[in-house]
């Protein structure tokens, strides 16, 4: 009778629980469906990706912008007139990868800023004040030794986009 029962409560376990490979199969259905979720976003009016990577992704209500360097699009140089110049050239990249996506400047809700002179700094927040206005992103700025194109600054960010 005790091996009876033992039988029994193990058929049951058995039915309770599917396999390994059953679960495992869901889950490679569901990652599937969640990688053909992600959207690429590409705008003309920032330079175009040069590499293994888009201009910004969207994907679980944000938007997450690779970084830009101050790169003319239409040219593909870097711009000149100092580091007010090369401030507004990525702030404008920025936003017109932004608008390709139907987001603004205050739906921005983190950037991460990188400097090759820390110097630099006040410069760029002034830049950065009058961009993006009465929003306030977290933030983070960093010093870092050089940048692709001997860039002075780099940013990039993330939008919500619901």
Do not use: C, H, W
């Amino acid at each position: 009778m005790k091996i009876r029962l033992l039988g029994l409560a193990l058929g049951l376990s058995t039915l309770a629980f599917p396999s390994v490979s059953a679960a495992q199969g869901a889950a490679q259905k569901a990652s599937t469906e969640e990688k053909a979720a992600v959207k690429v976003v590409a705008s003309e009016g920032a330079p175009k990706a040069i590499g293994p990577y888009s201009q910004a992704v969207i994907e679980g209500g944000f938007l997450f912008a690779s970084g830009q360097i101050p790169l003319d699009p239409k040219t593909g140089d870097l711009v000149t007139g100092g580091i007010e110049a090369s401030a507004n050239r990525v702030f404008d990249n920025l936003q017109a990868v932004l608008a390709a996506a139907g987001l603004t400047f205050k739906d921005v809700v983190r950037t991460t800023v990188y400097l090759t002179r820390i110097e630099d700094f006040p410069a760029v927040n002034a830049v950065y004040a009058q961009r993006f206005g009465d929003s306030r992103p977290a933030r983070s700025t960093v010093a870092v030794a050089a940048l692709p194109k001997a860039a002075p600054i780099e940013i990039d960010l993330i939008a919500r986009t619901r």
